[in-house]
């Protein structure tokens, strides 16, 4: 960062230049990558597409290639209303297990 003529530490134009300077060093770099890859860009997580099954609130299967349990997952679309959660079945290396309020609902997960 190139250096800047200094602010008085408690005015407001300093306050707002310093938070931005953290929100730039926080963002850095963070990316989910792109679903065409199948993996997170520098987040270790793994893209995943599925479709709810034609009961509501029934378990189903939905792989990925982490390799390891993974902690949890994020729903970045849905091509319909449902809510989907974690079923109770435990999570293995190559499957987490959901149930979604909606049927027959296409969703995109990023599983982490």
């Keep these: ?6 602010l008085q530490w408690h005015s407001p134009e300093h306050v707002t230049k310093s938070l931005q300077r953290i929100y730039r060093i926080l963002r850095r770099g963070t990316s989910y990558g792109t679903i065409s890859d199948n993996q997170g860009q520098n987040i270790d997580g793994f893209w995943a597409t599925a479709v709810t ?40 290396k190559t499957q987490i297990f959901l149930k979604a309020t909606g049927v027959g609902i296409n969703i995109t997960l990023f599983i982490f």
């Design 53 to 92: 099954p034609g009961v509501a609130n029934t378990e189903f299967a939905v792989s990925h290639g982490l390799n390891r349990v993974p902690v949890g997952f994020h729903v970045m679309t849905k091509l319909g209303a449902t809510d989907v959660y974690q079923s109770t079945t435990v999570w293995t």
């Design 1 to 6: 960062m190139k250096p800047e003529a200094p």
